[in-house]
Every structure is written in structure tokens, then in C-alpha cells.
């Protein structure tokens, strides 16, 4: 019986257990390869500052791929945009700070909003509308900063999202960061209350739930990694700030998707936009506040990947839009929309991020590195199908 149990989870969530099991194969494969520098302490933190930029737009580019497998490809050049206006104000302008941030985020929202009004409201196909806006937002970047580069940020700039959170704890002789560890045992507790809360909620309504051992087992493994992870950032410096923002849009917008009428009307779409429209769902309404909101977080990823490299640069956001879409496929999302999750996105971009981190330390070239991941993309697209084929059958 347990044996059928499991087999049923793995069959009814196949996509997300599959690249979870293979993101713990990639990193086992570059662990060794690497001889065991993938998972040192300081590479880790590495990890997170060199890819949060790819989680914070792939959780925005998991809603727009959600909608009908619509994508965004403006993201990229809104980045350089949008830290080409903070560093014109900071440097520029020596403006304060917030102020500035809040400038640069206000026009994040002008962007998004202009963006979601062509797609939305005059129907203009989004791979159209996006790509006129790569085109627009890459060649006023190039006007705002005349081509050079802007640098240095002041350190109060830096701080928001390319430092570490202090320990509030202060202990030196443990040479470990106690606030780090703190973290990782409030964030396990809070996992394991929500577990049990929602197997509760699901037996009350008589939902199919997994066996009491494989739950136990479930919530044991996970909350063992999260602690293991945890406890390598307090070998080195703790937390970095942008893991504690990456962290916050996770919740946040996995509580949107998963408990929210806006978040059902976002899979209903993908499901089948005419059956959504005729249903009643503002089916422009909601495609103009996805978009909306894909150009506030392709701000907050310009602020966050200006003060990680310290300037505001002409070239930054190259690519990143290719980045953020694959990280979205590759954690489960369908091309035709409607499935895909929050959690898929950030193991989608862990992936990419490994495979980065870990093909740079044991030396494999630049061109070679396009290729493998290329590769990967198309191996977990060609899977949707496949799976999707079969269900079929």
C-alpha cells in the first residue's frame, strides 16, 4: 500500500519531483566534480547574489507563462533601464537614497503599466509588444547614460540588497552567524505548521492526502535541507539581503497564486482564456496587472543587479530575459500555460544557477556553457510534451 502511495505522488506531481531530483543530482555531479567547492560556504552565498536576479524575474515570468504561455522579452532592457534612472539619480544627481529607489520603482510601474495596457487593453500580441519594448528601454538607456557607465553607488545603496544581514546575536568565539541559524528554525517551524495545517484542511474536506509515514518522511527531508542550508550560510557571512527580498516574494506570490481569487483567475486563463472569459473573469483585467506587475519586479531586479555590480551600466540585462523564461520551463511550467508554480520557478532558476557555478569553477568555456544549457531547456519543454502526450493516450 505505501509502495502504491508513492508511486501515486510521484505520478500525480511528476514535473515538480522530477527537477527537484534532478537539481539534487546536478549539484551531487558538480560537488564532485568540482571537489566539493560547488558547496563551500563561501560559493553558496555566491550562488544566491549571482542568481537572485534570475529568481526575482522568474517568479514574475512564471505569471505571464501562466496566462497562455505568454512570455515577456522587455525584462532585460527595463533592468538596464531601470538602474541607468537610479544611477542618473544617486550618482548623477546625488539624490537620497530612498528616494531615488522610489523614484526608480514608481517608474517600474509606469513601465509595466504601459507594457499591460498595449497587451491587455489593444490586443497587441505580447511577444510583439514586449520585443518593441526590449528595442525601446535598451535604446533609452543608451540615452540616459550616453553610452558610459555610472560607479560607484554609495554603501547605503549597496546595503539594500548586496550585503549581509548583521547578526544581532554576536557571538565570535562560535565563529557562526547565530542569526542565520535562528532563521533557518523560525522558517522550519513555520514549514512544518503550514504542512500539518493543510493536511488537516485537506482531510476535513475529504482531499486525497499521502500516507502519515510519507509525510513525516516529506517534512523531514525537506526540513533537514533547509537547515543544512542554513547553517552553511552561518559558516560564512549569514544571510545576504537579497535572499531575505527573494524569500519575501516567494511567500508573497506563492499565497497570490495558491489561496487568492486573482491567482485562480491567472490559472483559468491559461486553462482556457475563452472558457475564463465567458465565465465572467476580466480576462484583460488580469493580463494588464500580470504585465503590470512584470515590470515592477524587472525594477526591483535593476536595483538589485546595479548595486551587485556596483554601476550603472549601458550593457547590464543582457540576456536576462532568456534566463528568466527558461528558468520558468525548466522548473515545470507548460508552454501552453495554466501549470506551473512559484517553488517551480526558483528550482528552475537554482538549476540554471548551478549549472552556471559549476561549469565556470571546473573551467567549461563560455560557448559550451550555451550549449548544455540550451540543452536542458529543450530536454524539460520536450518532457512537458511528452507527458502531457501520454495523459492523452
Do not use: H
Amino acid at each position: 500500500m505505501a509502495k502504491s502511495k508513492i508511486g501515486d505522488l510521484f505520478k500525480n506531481n511528476i514535473r515538480q519531483y522530477a527537477m527537484i531530483i534532478a537539481l539534487l543530482a546536478i549539484i551531487i555531479l558538480f560537488q564532485i566534480l568540482t571537489k566539493g567547492i560547488l558547496l563551500y560556504p563561501q560559493n553558496v552565498a555566491n550562488l544566491i547574489l549571482q542568481n537572485g536576479y534570475v529568481i526575482i524575474l522568474a517568479i514574475g515570468m512564471m505569471l505571464c507563462i501562466l496566462t497562455g504561455g505568454n512570455i515577456d522579452l522587455s525584462v532585460g532592457s527595463i533592468v538596464a533601464f531601470t538602474g541607468a534612472i537610479a544611477g542618473s539619480l544617486i550618482i548623477g544627481m546625488k539624490m537620497d537614497v530612498w528616494l531615488a529607489v522610489l523614484i526608480t520603482i514608481v517608474a517600474g510601474f509606469i513601465i509595466g503599466a504601459w507594457q499591460g495596457y498595449w497587451i491587455a487593453y489593444i490586443r497587441v500580441p505580447p511577444f510583439i509588444a514586449t520585443l518593441a519594448g526590449m528595442l525601446i528601454f535598451r535604446g533609452l538607456t543608451n540615452a540616459i547614460l550616453r553610452g558610459l557607465t555610472l560607479a560607484p553607488f554609495p554603501d547605503s545603496y549597496l546595503v539594500l540588497t548586496a550585503g549581509f544581514v548583521n547578526d544581532i546575536f554576536n557571538f565570535p568565539d562560535l565563529k557562526l552567524n547565530i542569526t542565520s541559524l535562528v532563521a533557518g528554525v523560525i522558517i522550519i517551524i513555520a514549514y512544518i505548521f503550514f504542512s500539518i495545517k493543510g493536511r488537516i484542511n485537506k482531510r476535513k474536506y475529504n482531499f486525497e492526502v499521502t500516507s502519515l509515514p510519507l509525510f513525516i518522511l516529506q517534512v523531514l527531508i525537506i526540513s533537514s535541507v533547509i537547515m543544512v542550508f542554513f547553517y552553511w550560510l552561518a559558516r560564512y557571512k549569514g544571510m545576504p539581503t537579497v535572499l531575505v527580498l527573494i524569500g519575501i516574494l516567494i511567500i508573497a506570490y506563492t499565497f497570490v497564486t495558491q489561496n487568492t481569487v486573482f491567482g485562480r483567475y491567472i490559472y483559468a486563463m491559461g486553462g482556457n482564456q475563452t472558457a475564463a472569459r465567458l465565465s465572467g473573469i476580466d480576462t484583460k483585467k488580469v493580463l494588464f496587472w500580470v504585465y503590470l506587475n512584470m515590470g515592477v519586479l524587472a525594477t526591483i531586479t535593476g536595483i538589485v543587479f546595479s548595486a551587485r555590480l556596483n554601476a550603472a551600466s549601458p550593457v547590464a540585462g543582457q540576456n536576462m530575459e532568456l534566463d528568466a523564461i527558461g528558468a520558468c520551463f525548466i522548473g515545470g511550467a507548460s508552454a501552453s500555460g495554466g501549470v506551473g508554480t512559484i517553488i517551480g520557478a526558483l528550482v528552475g532558476a537554482l538549476v540554471m544557477g548551478v549549472l552556471n557555478n559549476g561549469m565556470s569553477i571546473i573551467g567549461v568555456g563560455i560557448e559550451w556553457q550555451a550549449v548544455i544549457k540550451g540543452m536542458v531547456l529543450l530536454a524539460a519543454v520536450g518532457f512537458d510534451v511528452f507527458s502531457k502526450s501520454r495523459s492523452r493516450a
